[in-house]
């Protein structure tokens, strides 16, 4: 099947700085791609919709200014935390469709 | 409510047992429907993709949609160790790769050996 690849798996930062995460479809384009947050032993929450050549949809409650999605390719999508702080400490996940959804292997983001 | 429902669980089984795993949803619209696997801090799995209301199997797992009562199964046969992971349903009205996918909780399930 597709493959969906993020990077990096696992991160760990300081409070204040800023933390890019990268998600390429392998082996097909994706116009679209989404990003979700996830808490333990919760369900994938969406958080944005990126969209290649154009703006991202963020979903209610997310702030646009802190979660920066870049989609500058038909295979890549980035998601930038600025300004992090350990509340974002989080696991967070992309996907993008080829038919059925594909997801990346996720990023377990901890702020100390 | 919720647009999709699914029980958490945990759901706790023996090795060799069958076991079934449900969601249900209330938007008529949803024509997709999936069901990922996925392991503690890893990235879910596709495991079935389904259209429209119907069976479809896959080794040991049997996924089964009926659109007239809104309600998706996963069956695993045989279950293993293995198999010990959290199930998410999910569904889309659109096909491709405009559509966002709504997802279940998730239902934590324990294969014992």
């Known amino acids: 099947g597709a493959v969906v690849s993020q990077h990096p798996s696992w991160v760990i930062c300081k409070s204040g700085t800023s933390v890019k995460i990268e998600c390429r479809s392998l082996?097909?384009?994706?116009?679209?791609m989404f990003w979700y947050r996830q808490f333990p032993k919760q369900s994938l929450m969406l958080m944005a919709t990126?969209?290649?050549?154009?703006?991202?949809?963020?979903e209610q409650g997310v702030e646009k200014d802190k979660f920066l999605i870049n989609h500058a390719s038909l295979t890549l999508s980035t998601l930038t935390v600025t300004s992090a702080h350990p509340e974002d400490s989080s696991f967070y996940i992309c996907?993008?469709?080829?038919?059925?959804?594909?997801f990346g292997q996720g990023t377990r983001l901890t702020v100390v | 409510q919720k647009e999709v429902e699914q029980d958490p669980g945990p759901l706790s089984v023996p090795e060799g047992a069958i076991v079934s795993l449900n969601c249900t949803y209330s938007?008529?619209?949803?024509?997709?429907f999936m069901w990922y696997r996925q392991y503690s801090r890893k990235g879910p799995e596709l495991l079935m993709y389904?259209?429209?209301?119907g069976n479809k199997e896959d080794g040991r797992f049997t996924a089964q949609v009926d659109k007239s009562s809104k309600y998706i199964s996963l069956f695993i046969r045989d279950s293993q160790p293995s198999d010990s992971a959290t199930y998410l349903c999910?569904?889309?009205?659109?096909?491709?790769?405009?559509?966002?996918?709504?997802f279940g909780k998730g239902t934590k399930l324990s294969v014992k050996p």
């Open positions: 996907s993008a469709r080829d038919g059925e959804a594909f």
């Open positions: 082996d097909f384009q994706a116009t679209t």
């Open positions: 990126s969209n290649e050549g154009s703006k991202a949809t963020y």
């Open positions: 938007n008529s619209a949803f024509q997709y």
């Open positions: 389904t259209y429209s209301s």
């Open positions: 999910a569904m889309s009205a659109y096909v491709g790769s405009q559509g966002n996918l709504i």
